[in-house]
């Protein structure tokens, strides 16, 4: 028995041994790591986007959108852009285009707020102002942003 332990405590003392050990753990951690992207990549599908608030700027340009957005997911999403429109009757009332979200992050099991300025069409802030203020309208759209180096994108709907 004492020549087992003597036997087992060498052969635990061996750089091989260590080294293993060491490869193994690493390996281990790593994959755990990337496991849990995965995960929250394949998720991704369930977080949720809303627009919750709108308004005419002041300098009645552009129609100010409120975006409330929950990540459920175990990673951070970090939005970069938003591709949202405005429309009151199936008519455009905002210019379609991407904005620049400035690295907007949803962090993991937390709901966000954030706000996203999008151009009117010409000559209609007041009809805009109008329709806001009556609920007459419709946001729809994406929003595109990276778990990790993953791109997501995810529809954005109206609350109400």
Do not use: C, W
Not at 14 to 40: H, I, K, Y
Not at 64 to 75: C, D, F, L, Q, Y
Not at 96 to 124: H, I, M, N, Q, W
């Amino acid at each position: 028995m004492a020549a087992l332990r003597s036997r087992l405590r060498t052969i635990l003392r061996s750089p091989a041994v260590v080294v293993f050990v060491a490869l193994f753990a690493l390996t281990a951690g790593l994959f755990g790591a990337a496991f849990q992207t995965q995960l929250a990549i394949a998720r991704s599908d369930s977080i949720e986007a809303s627009a919750t608030t709108l308004a005419v700027s002041d300098d009645g340009e552009s129609l100010e959108i409120t975006v409330r957005a929950r990540n459920p997911t175990s990673k951070t999403l970090t939005l970069s852009g938003a591709h949202l429109v405005g429309r009151v009757d199936g008519e455009e009332l905002t210019h379609y285009g991407t904005r620049s979200l400035d690295d907007v992050a949803l962090a993991p099991g937390e709901t966000t707020k954030f706000t996203v300025a999008v151009e009117l069409v010409d000559g209609e802030t007041e009809a805009a102002r109008a329709a806001v203020e009556e609920g007459r309208v419709r946001v729809g759209g994406e929003l595109v942003g990276h778990i990790e180096d993953v791109r997501i994108t995810l529809g954005v709907s109206d609350d109400g």
